[in-house]
């Protein structure tokens, strides 16, 4: 079992910048590919960005490609993602999720239903 907790959410105005931490805990994280959700009121979970268990192969929704930044450090369990230039529709609760690593590019795994563990959710509202 992996244990997640987010954190690093809260209010920042459009064109600022927040970074969500995401600590893990049990087994040997190293070896898990991470991944970030975020769900937006009245709208399904949706993929973000995604971290290969060694940080050296990530994939990007198009919709953060450019302004988002996903890494981890395995020395500390946590993954990271560097949210820049915000804008109001990036505003949702942001889940962190991970998955037993594999040798499939990373950009595979963009559905919920490839990641079992889940954080609780930490919420990031940009305001205008």
């Known amino acids: 079992q992996v244990q997640l907790v987010e954190s690093g959410g809260g209010l920042v105005q459009a064109g600022g910048s927040l970074r969500l931490s995401c600590a893990a805990s049990?087994?040997?994280?190293?070896?898990?590919?991470g991944g970030w959700f975020r769900q937006a009121v009245g709208k399904e979970r949706e993929f973000v960005a995604a971290?290969?268990?060694?940080?050296?192969?990530?994939d990007y929704a198009d919709s953060v490609k450019g302004r988002f930044i996903i890494s981890r450090d395995n020395a500390k369990n946590t993954v990271y993602l560097q949210m820049n230039s915000l804008k109001r529709e990036d505003t949702a609760v942001y889940y962190c999720?991970?998955?037993?690593?594999?040798?499939?590019?990373?950009?595979?795994?963009?559905?919920?239903?490839?990641?079992?563990?889940w954080g609780q959710g930490t919420q990031v509202t940009v305001s205008s």
């Open positions: 971290i290969s268990w060694s940080g050296a192969n990530t």
């Open positions: 999720a991970a998955r037993a690593g594999s040798t499939r590019y990373i950009g595979t795994y963009k559905s919920t239903r490839d990641y079992p563990y």
């Open positions: 049990g087994r040997t994280f190293s070896s898990y590919h």
